[in-house]
């Protein structure tokens, strides 16, 4: 009987993932959210590398509890099964997670060419969301996701948080003690100190590694025999039809461009996220971008040279892949520099910004967002705009030119293949 109730949900839920609505356990117990002393019930979708992250952060919140894992890899999926003490269901298809109703919190831990598609899914199945970055592989899919989160009131935030706590850039900004890096150069930056406009450095000389080669494709894959532990057609679910390589999948996916974007689509949201928020940026996006880079692989992403992206107000952020200028500052103005380790050519910067006031707190509590239903400090907006950063670059690296871009309409301009590449198909059944 439970088995004929699956197949039924599965069939009436349809391929379109977007199309179905459940009922969430704490809409179902009234007013407000679940009582403070109540465990909030996770779902990880992915048992990939990175899933025991989530395992451990779940073990490690005495308000978390996590009730079900799904993967298409019947060895990973039980793999990471046996890491977990009782209590955690496996499942092959996501949207039987989805349709349970006890489950809160469901974490995307899949490759990128899913993050959308699910996003939009879990949204509108009444769950609240924490997504792996990048974000989505798209610009239009991000757009889709911000839409279904407002439309279903869900919270969500996104697994970077270098903008509010961590060792970004290799310990640069640790002065204070406080673990606040970013936010006392958000806090710099508004003194105007630097001046403006003000140009951010990405690169290995600031503190930045790119991976473009540790996540470069092949392309000289032959087919290969899919492992029978391998749902392949559902790996690949909304991605183009490839054949079967190792290469292709888990460890080793984001080096092809149907399901990630190389070290840029690895790394570029967690060191793009607080440039944009340093600058200022949240709530718009550059309006050029220009790459230097050798002609790409239609299939395999491939090392490149640089990335200019471009603000209506002359600020830039440039991503220097081959780390050509050892002198970098990361951020430079008119009136002075930042270094990584937070160095600076202005005299007594420390004491100056300590008599400043601070920023407004944000919540970086994901619990806390949860139960009050407030915005994260990295979110869907603030989160899309960034990895539409991400996204700008990959394009304009694919078809190696320099692109103009619409902040309010989020559309490039006068270039039909660069709005294509912006959103862009689904493979049949699957759609947003």
């Known amino acids: 009987m439970e088995r004929n109730s699956r197949r039924t949900f599965l069939k009436q839920a349809a ?47 005495p308000q978390a509890r996590l009730v079900a894992m799904c993967d298409v890899d019947s060895n990973h999926l039980k793999g990471k099964l046996a890491t977990i003490k009782g209590g955690c269901d496996g499942y092959h298809d996501f949207r039987e997670v989805l349709a349970r109703p006890d489950v809160d919190i469901v974490r995307i831990a899949t490759p990128p060419h899913w993050h959308g ?8 199945a009444g769950k ?8 989505t592989r798209t610009i239009y899919e991000g757009q889709k996701v911000v839409e279904a989160v407002k439309r279903n009131k869900r919270v ?18 640790t002065y204070d003690g406080t673990g606040a890096e970013v936010r006392p150069t958000r806090k710099l930056v508004k003194s105007g100190l630097l001046g403006w406009p003000l140009k951010v450095t990405i690169s290995r000389t600031t503190g930045l590694n790119l ?86 692989h239609p299939d395999a992403a491939l090392p490149w040279r640089k990335v200019t992206l471009k603000y209506a107000d002359g ?27 937070f160095r600076s050519d202005i005299p007594n910067l420390k004491e100056k910004l300590a008599e400043m006031p ?20 990295l979110n869907e907006e603030n989160g899309h705009r960034s990895c539409t950063l991400v996204n700008m670059a990959i394009i304009a690296i694919r078809l190696g030119r320099n692109l103009r871009f619409d902040p309010d309409t989020q559309r ?21």
């Open 128 to 135: 609240d969301i924490w997504c792996e970055k990048p974000f």
């Open 358 to 377: 601070d920023l407004e707190p944000v919540i970086t509590d994901f619990n806390e967002s949860v139960r009050t239903r407030k915005k994260f400090a």
């Open 156 to 173: 969500l935030r996104i697994n970077t948080w270098f903008r509010f706590k961590g060792g970004f850039a290799g310990g640069y900004h």
């Open 117 to 124: 598609l699910m996003a939009v899914a879990a949204a509108n």
């Open 15 to 61: 391929l379109t993932v977007g199309a179905f609505t459940i009922v969430p356990r704490h809409v179902l117990g009234g007013n407000g959210y679940t009582a403070p002393s109540d465990k909030l019930n996770h779902a990880i979708i992915g048992a990939g590398g990175i899933s025991g992250s989530h395992i451990d952060n779940i073990k490690n919140d």
């Open 412 to 432: 490039f301009i006068g270039d039909d293949e660069a709005n294509r590449l912006m959103c862009q198909p689904m493979r049949a059944p699957w759609v947003i």
């Open 211 to 296: 991976k473009l080669d540790t996540w470069s494709g092949r392309t000289n894959l032959t087919p290969q025999a899919i492992p029978k532990n391998l749902d392949y057609d559902m790996w690949l679910g909304p991605a183009p039809y490839k054949p079967y390589h190792p290469h292709r999948v888990h460890s080793s996916f984001r080096g092809y461009w149907d399901y990630d974007g190389g070290g840029l689509g690895d790394m570029g949201q967690h060191y793009l996220d607080p440039a944009q928020f340093i600058l200022g940026k949240d709530n718009t996006s550059p309006i050029a971008v220009e790459v230097d880079t050798p002609q790409q």
């Open 315 to 341: 600020c830039e952020i440039v991503l220097d892949g081959e780390d050509s200028d050892k002198n970098a500052a990361f951020i430079e103005g008119s009136n002075g520099k930042l270094f990584k380790d």
